[in-house]
């Protein structure tokens, strides 16, 4: 059993930079691969990045690559993401999730039930 919570949400600027973290707890954590998504009102939750349980492989969304960071601290058990350049787009609830296979391919890490356990999310509003 692992357990998910996410933090560091809130309100931004268009432009500016939020970084959330999420915590892990459980048995191996640092074994799992993990991804952030993002939910809008009225709309599926989707991709936003991922990172394998070694933070050698990552996969971004297109809609994020170049302003989103994703990265993980092992032996803090914290898995981040850097959000930077923000725009009112991507305004959304952010959850991470944990995946517990060994597979690490795109198909996989940016399919909502791909992944074991889940956040309870965090806020994101960016203003224009």
């Known amino acids: 059993q692992v357990q998910l919570v996410e933090s560091g949400g809130g309100l931004v600027q268009a432009g500016g930079s939020l970084r959330l973290s999420c915590a892990a707890s459980g048995r191996r954590t640092s074994t799992y691969n993990m991804g952030w998504f993002r939910q809008a009102p009225g709309k599926e939750r989707e991709f936003v990045a991922a990172?394998?349980?070694?933070?050698?492989?990552?996969y971004y969304a297109d809609s994020v690559k170049g302003r989103f960071t994703i990265s993980r601290d092992n032996t803090k058990n914290t898995v981040y993401l850097q959000m930077n350049s923000l725009k009112p787009e991507d305004t959304a609830v952010y959850y991470c999730a944990a995946d517990g296979s060994v597979l690490f391919t795109i198909v996989k890490v940016t399919t909502v039930s791909e992944y074991d356990y889940w956040g309870q999310g965090t806020q994101v509003t960016v203003s224009s």
């Open positions: 990172i394998n349980f070694s933070g050698g492989s990552i």
